[in-house]
């Protein structure tokens, strides 16, 4: 099959399905090239080591029920002793899922937000009925968490304006939603020193999501760019005025420390 017949059979295949569009706009080379191009960071963002950003860094994640989607013990201890730096902490966050981020971070916090789909909306786009209704599942009989339910691409975010010392986003991770959850989660901060964390950053702590990182830079204000890192031994960037040294790190570079990790598991009854 020549190029351009395969350019018409895909164009057709777009036509009728127009879903497919968006995987080919989400395609991680054309992400990493829009990138490149605009902001020419052909590495991704600098890496700032988590000892750096927590000399002392010493936390206890609980609940952690290492199962599939969620996020990694390293990446509830980051919550945890950004909200533990933080007096009298407010945290938001976009994107529930089993609530472990939102009672991790509840467990110090003054309040905790979250932010998810409304149940009959997930359940109206396909999503099952049990994905479903394990939403909010560690947090939804905390106090302090109030668990707010709509389309972050359509929520009226006034009401919580200027409010928020931490801020994660872990919702949808597509460039679209990334773009504009960005640009709400900068309207929700305190104060210079609150902080935005985007989980997914990566997929793993050394590569990078491309569509993920090109909708932090478009939904973040140029002059802020330079606060922008990701965060070593993580999944996560952030965004932080604190005075940090960051740097490109090798694909296979020498740790430079471990960590120590009791597990105990606890029954749900």
Known sequence: MSKISKLFKA?????????????????ADVNRQEVISKYGLTKGLKTVDINTLFPDFD??????????????????????????NKKDCMYFEIGTWRGESAANAASLAKLCVTLNLPDEEMIQMGMDKEYV????????????????QANSQTYDFSEHHKKYDVVFIDGDHHYRSVKSD????????????????????????????????????????TEKHQHLCRVSNTLCAIYTTQL??????????????????????????
């Open 182 to 221: 960005t640009q709400n989660a900068f309207k929700l901060l305190k104060d210079d020193s609150s902080v935005i964390v985007w989980h997914d950053y990566g997929n793993t702590p050394n590569n990078i999501r491309w569509d993920v990182l090109n909708g932090i830079l478009d939904g973040t204000p």
């Open 133 to 148: 209704g394990l939403h909010r599942f560690f947090s939804k009989k905390m106090n302090n968490i109030i668990h707010l």
């Open 59 to 84: 936390e206890t994640v609980e609940p952690f029920c290492a199962m599939d989607g969620g996020s990694t013990p390293i990446d509830l201890a980051l919550l945890k002793a950004l909200v533990r």
């Open 11 to 27: 164009l057709s295949l777009i036509i009728k399905q127009p879903a497919l569009l968006n995987k080919v706009l989400d395609d």
């Open 244 to 269: 940090v040294k960051a740097e490109h790190r090798k694909l296979y570079s020498e740790p430079n420390k471990y960590f120590s990790i009791s597990v105990k598991t606890k029954s749900i009854t």
